[in-house]
């Protein structure tokens, strides 16, 4: 709807004022960038002067990402228009985003500002009130930073705060304004871009943000959640927006892309925008977070540490560039954070507490139980894991492949099929696809059964060769597989006699037949995607049947035994 954010359903808000219906133009623009330069170094005394303030900053007795006088204000509403759906989690994104960058960023609480619910003249006054306090403290060419997000409602000109309005060019101005050396703003609202003046996008390569040769970074930048035009999306999932949740994630250390251990504004820009497209690319509609850069100096601004785990913070590590779910305390749990991390090896700061890690790998799931402690470090590659096969996750549903291959070598016996005849050894091996609903394979297989005829007389050997479809329908329990169905067959049967010596020997028989029957199996993973499987069943076999005394043929008709079977063996899936 017009002026919708998202809603929570995860699916774009649907549109119902005046840009109704419009969906971002790929080709009107080639990537949402508009980067400017600027400045042209300093004078040499003060040049000295700024290297002292460089020292000031970067020396400090705690970890420091943020220059120390940075402000920070979080703005998160669920409520907009009387019209508009309410939103689930803006608020918390909110919250969540001040946390971050006080306990990874640095930033005092007694600097943090954090209004959830208010309406537009309180955002209003309290930016213009804080403006003042900043004109007040800080010095001209003294680092510092301001630093606004703000989650909720949104249109193409405005926010939506609770029945009232505060237009975009407003707050641009109300930030723009600001006497801090670094103005940073974060809007995560349905048509956000038209702030950067970014009207369509596509994806683009990742990049590196270029400024100028002065030094710190100083200027305005400015981060949205889509482009004009677009929807940001909620999920239920995630218990937030995607924007915001990939954001959280990557000022935690996922966006370390160089591993220097510092998360810098093009670091969690690019990480945002990648993550973001993959996860709205999962709904109606495709969203693409822009920005708008005016900066000078020749570092790029520093938002977060990962070694900065103040208080109650500890250190996982992350081996290996899949996805990874993190759940607090156990499977099913509440989802804390879906990471693609950018290189092998990426440290996530995490408060301490019980957490459930799945890691998705090409040939399987790695799922980890681990305790994080205040203050200490916790590799991922060192603990035990419990390992999800593909089968097992095409069954559930939960992975993107459609099926799963499969590969089966058994031994075992079956009953007798003709009078006289013995229980008969048999070998098969077979090819099969595991499906979301059902597995369905194919079979090759070979018995060979001996005996007597009826009046004791001959002695044959039977010899059957079976090409058979199975259908099953798998139940995944934790530590074993139990799979149900039905067979059918169609079987090549071949009987050679022998008598007593010197006697007349009956000329051997061919005849073809059907089989059809049901099992019960149970598969154990004995490593990775071997697996032991035993399974038993009934079967009824339709073929020809001739009676036989003393070598001579008495009579002849379809016979249809009942009998049971059962194998054992390896079965290979990938």
């Not at 250190?315 to 989802?335: A, D, F, N």
């Not at 069954?395 to 075992?412: C, I």
């Not at 006697?503 to 099992?519: H, I, K, P």
Request: net charge neutral.
């Amino acid at each position: 709807m017009s002026g919708s954010r998202r809603q929570p359903t995860g699916r774009s808000a649907r549109s119902t004022g005046p840009d109704r219906g419009k969906t971002p133009d790929a080709d009107r623009s080639d990537f949402p960038i508009e980067s400017v330069r600027g400045g042209h170094g300093l004078p040499k005394p003060l040049g000295w002067l700024l290297a002292l303030w460089l020292a000031s900053w970067v020396w400090l007795p705690t970890a420091q990402a943020l220059p120390v006088q940075t402000w920070l204000v979080t703005i998160g509403n669920n409520l907009g228009e009387l019209d508009e759906l309410g939103l689930r989690f803006a608020e918390r994104d909110a919250q969540q985003i001040a946390d971050i960058l006080r306990q990874h960023g640095g930033v005092s609480s007694r600097r943090v500002t954090l209004l959830l619910g208010e309406s537009a003249q309180t955002v209003r006054r309290t930016l213009e009130d804080l403006n003042a306090e900043i004109r007040g403290q800080v010095s001209a060419g003294q680092p510092s930073a301001l630093v606004v997000f703000y989650s909720g409602h949104a249109d193409a000109t405005s926010l939506h705060l609770r029945g009232s309005s505060l237009p975009l060019d407003e707050l641009k101005k109300l930030v723009q304004g600001s006497a801090a050396a670094m103005r940073l703003l974060i809007v995560d609202a349905c048509r956000s871009g038209s702030i950067t003046r970014v009207k369509g996008v596509k994806a683009a390569e990742s990049f590196d943000i270029q400024i100028d040769e002065s030094s710190a970074a100083e200027g305005m930048a400015i981060l949205t959640s889509s482009a004009a035009g677009e929807s940001s999306q909620e999920s239920d999932r995630l218990r937030g927006s995607f924007f915001t949740h990939h954001l959280m994630n990557g000022l935690r250390g996922a966006a370390d892309r160089n591993g220097d251990g510092r998360i810098t504004l093009s670091e969690a820009y690019g990480y945002t925008y990648d993550q973001t497209l993959r996860s709205s690319g999962r709904t109606l509609s495709l969203q693409h977070p822009t920005y708008l850069f005016d900066l000078r100096g020749r570092e790029d601004l520093i938002l977060t540490l990962t070694d900065n785990a103040q208080g109650q913070l500890s250190r996982l590590h992350l081996h290996g560039r899949s996805l990874y779910l993190v759940s607090e305390e156990r499977e099913g749990g509440p989802l804390i954070a879906e990471i693609a991390p950018l290189r092998d090896n990426t440290t996530l700061l995490l408060p301490a507490g019980s957490y459930f890690v799945q890691q998705r790998l090409p040939a399987e799931y790695r799922e980890y139980q681990v305790q994080l402690s205040a203050g200490h470090e916790t590799d991922l590659a060192q603990r035990s894991y419990r390992s999800v096969q593909y089968d097992r996750l095409v069954r559930y549903r939960g992975s993107q492949k459609l099926y799963a291959h499969a590969l089966s070598l058994l031994g075992g016996v079956q009953g007798a099929l003709l009078s006289g005849e013995n229980i008969s050894p048999q070998v098969s091996l077979g090819y099969g696809l595991d499906l979301p609903w059902l597995s369905l394979s194919t079979r090759v297989r070979a018995g060979v059964a001996s005996g007597l005829s009826l009046d004791g007389y001959l002695a044959n050997q039977h010899t059957q060769v079976g090409l058979g479809v199975f259908l099953q329908r798998v139940v995944d329990l934790r530590f074993v597989s139990l799979s149900f169905g039905l067979f059918f067959e169609g079987v090549y049967h071949r009987q050679s006699f022998s008598a007593p010596l010197g006697e007349r020997m009956t000329t051997a028989r061919n005849a073809w037949g059907m089989g059809f029957g049901g099992l019960l199996a149970l598969e154990l993973p004995l490593w990775r995607s071997l697996s032991l499987r035993i399974e038993l069943g009934p079967l009824t076999q339709l073929l020809p049947r001739a009676d036989v005394s003393f070598g001579a043929q008495s009579g002849q008709g379809l016979a249809s035994p009942f009998t049971l079977f059962g194998n054992g063996g390896l079965v290979w899936r990938r």
